[in-house]
């Protein structure tokens, strides 16, 4: 199984951005997903979750500016990003937690290679 995200890059401020991030493998179902962030000097930090009931959360500092959905039936996250300020330039990880075909009882927690978003003129 594995995370693979999309959607990075370089936007102006005020810009918008949407990444993706798709899981493969042997998967029997995915429970949560989420995005977080982590930027120079500074600790992982959370973006943004959903269940897989569609239930979200989001981080203080984006909300009202990020939103994420996610596409059951192709195993994708989504997070739009709009409004973006310097403060959001980060390498954005997006996290899942998966029940494989050969185990089901076990939930395992995964993670994407993480993609850079730079907000800056």
């Known amino acids: 199984v594995q995370l693979q995200a999309s959607g990075g890059g370089l936007v102006q401020p005020g810009g918008s951005l949407r990444l993706s991030c798709a899981a493969s493998g042997s998967i029997f179902s995915i429970s949560y997903m989420g995005w977080y962030r982590q930027a120079p000097g500074k600790q992982r930090e959370l973006v943004a979750t959903i269940t897989s009931g569609g239930s979200t959360n989001s981080g203080d500092s984006v909300k009202g500016r990020f939103t994420i959905s996610r596409d059951n039936a192709r195993n994708t996250v989504y997070l739009q990003m709009n409004s973006l300020k310097p403060e959001d330039t980060a390498v954005y990880y997006c996290?899942?937690?998966?029940?494989?075909?050969?185990?089901?009882?076990?939930?395992?927690?995964?993670w994407g290679q993480g993609t850079l978003v730079t907000v800056s003129s």
């Open positions: 996290n899942a937690g998966i029940r494989k075909r050969d185990d089901r009882r076990i939930l395992n927690d995964y």
